[in-house]
Every structure is written in C-alpha cells, then in structure tokens.
C-alpha cells in the first residue's frame, strides 16, 4: 500500500500530475487546485491512496491528512467511488464536507458532478458522526467559482498581477462559451488569449513612446 510520496514534480495539467521518485515517474490523481499550486520541477509530498481493480492501479493524491480521510469516507458511501470522492474534494473543502454532512445539507452535494439526490442524501445519512474533520461555516463553492478560482491561481503563478490578471479572467468570462467556462483548461487558454494582446499592446505603445 502506498500512503504517501514525495518526489520532483514532472508535470501537472488539469487533473493529473507526475511526480518523480528514484527514478520512476509515477502518475497521480489530484483535483485541478491541487495540481495547479504544484510547479514543475519543484518537490512535493502528497499523501496518497492506492486504488487497485482487476485490470489497473491508480494513485490519487491529497495535499493533506484531512482531504485524504474525506476521501476514504466518501468512497465507503454506496455508489461514490474514487472519481465522484474526486469531484467532491474538488469542489468542497475538508472542513466544507464535514459542515454539509453536520447540517444535512445534501445540496451541496447535489452541486457535484456525478453526485445525484439519492447519493447526496446517501452522502448525509452514512457519514453523520463519522468524519474527524472539523467542519467549516462557510457555504460550499459553486462549480463556477470553483473553475474561475483555479484560473486565477493559475495566472498568478504564471507571473501576471492578481489585478491584471482578475481582469483579463473577467473578461473571459464574459467572451467565452459555456462549454469553455466550463473547464479550467478551457478557460485558462481564454483569458491567456485575453492577456496576450493585452501585454503585445502594452509593448508596442512603449516602444512608441
């Protein structure tokens, strides 16, 4: 069983990332938030768990004890397995599950893709009293939010001002398609695209000065 690992970071793109360790890279499941506060070549350490079936090994890794647990006690939920765990931590925090289950609020739930009312309600009713995460009064995250969060994390760490980059986000979400505010990747690609001739214009006015 592997519970944990740290290595180098090879790559991390939408939810999937690739950490190094003596020489072999192994491929782990994160949520994209996760994957986007890891940068390439750096080290990290995540907290893992080992799914194993019939015809494959998967890896799935958490940032911390709390993430990895709420995992754990979503999968023994009949009908949420590793990938609807998944969404769950992508969407809600450790602390924001605990407080959704404490005040059985299956909405929150019902907000998870893959996640349908009866399995919500499921969610509720196997968990109350189980979970050692303290829970968080704070509302659960909408998927949106969720998604233009994450972009902006990302644009930071790219090196572009929160502010610039904030707006450059907001301007792609205005221009953008449904099905494109509908990813993380998707949306990225269109506020960079907002952000390039925003910084091409700021150039050419310079060298005009």
Do not use: C, Y
């Amino acid at each position: 069983m592997i519970s944990s690992l740290r290595g180098t970071v090879l790559s991390a793109a939408g939810s999937l990332v690739v950490i190094e360790v003596g020489g072999v890279g192994l491929a782990v499941q994160v949520t994209p938030a996760h994957a986007l506060s890891l940068r390439i070549g750096s080290e990290a350490m995540l907290r893992t768990a080992l799914i194993v079936r019939e015809d494959d090994l998967s890896l799935f890794g958490f940032a911390d004890a709390d993430e990895l647990e709420v995992f754990d006690k979503l999968r023994s939920v009949t009908g949420v397995g590793p990938k609807s765990a998944m969404g769950v931590l992508a969407a809600m925090t450790p602390g924001q599950v605990a407080e959704a289950v404490a005040t059985e609020d299956d909405a929150a739930f019902r907000k998870v893709s893959g996640i349908g009312p009866k399995t919500a309600k499921l969610i509720v009713l196997s968990l109350t009293g189980k979970l050692a995460v303290l829970p968080q009064s704070a509302p659960a995250p909408s998927a949106a939010t969720s998604i233009t969060d994450n972009v902006l994390v990302a644009l930071v760490g790219l090196g572009w001002p929160e502010k610039v980059a904030a707006q450059a986000l907001d301007e792609a979400v205005a221009h953008a398609s449904e099905v494109e505010r509908a990813g993380v990747s998707s949306l990225l690609r269109v506020a960079l695209a907002q952000l390039g001739p925003a910084l091409h214009g700021s150039r050419d006015g310079g060298d005009r000065a």
